[in-house]
């Protein structure tokens, strides 16, 4: 009899593949639609950050410009499109179908104050590339203390200029503390 080392790691892995094969075949498989099979098309995206920008590419095979549509809306932006059935029926004889194909729709959310109108789209060699601007930083709003008279200055933390010039209230503009 051979003795066979436990791995706890090992067994770990067995089962997360296991719930992996089984999570697929139930989300992904075929559902039937008026006399065939369909199977669920999600294209694959990626989404990157560059320092100015984000750059979202998805790979739609098979697809033109005109079968693909991109829309931005309240900072999601959505690609949506659809893939039509290329197969034939056929009458005598078995074939096999594993393409997927169907209506998709992929949104994702941007981050507040994202200009719609500097969005680009191109679509080449099967794959869509978005990108995205990505909004200004605002500024931290910066607030000068005033010691005696000196007026008191608040910048707005989106214009960065002067908003308000303020007298020190209170004292007549002797310093806190002072006796007479």
């Known amino acids: 009899m051979a003795l066979i ?14 719930m992996n094969r089984l999570f697929n075949t139930f989300f992904d498989s075929p559902a039937p639609t008026g006399g065939g099979t369909q199977r669920r098309w999600i294209p694959a995206m ?11 590419r998805a790979d739609l095979p098979g697809l033109s410009d005109e079968d693909v549509h991109v829309q931005l809306e309240d900072n999601v932006l959505t ?16 074939y096999r179908v594993e393409r997927s194909f169907g ?12 200009d719609a109108e500097a969005v680009s789209a191109s679509f080449s060699n099967g794959v869509l590339e978005v990108r995205v601007p990505k909004p200004e930083e605002r500024k931290p709003r910066k607030v000068a203390i005033s010691v005696g008279g000196a007026p008191k200055t608040i910048e707005s933390s989106e ?3 002067p908003a ?8 007549g503009g002797e310093p806190v503390g002072a006796s007479s």
């Open 46 to 56: 990626d989404l990157v950050e560059t320092e100015g920008e984000f750059v979202l």
């Open 164 to 171: 308000a010039e303020q007298q020190p209230a209170g004292n």
């Open 159 to 161: 214009t960065g200029q």
């Open 103 to 114: 209506k998709f729709s992929r949104s994702l959310t941007l981050p507040e104050g994202v």
């Open 5 to 18: 080392r436990w791995e706890p790691v090992r067994e770990l892995n067995t089962i997360q593949s296991e």
């Open 79 to 94: 690609v949506s499109g659809e893939r039509k059935a290329e197969h034939e029926e056929r009458k005598e004889g078995y």
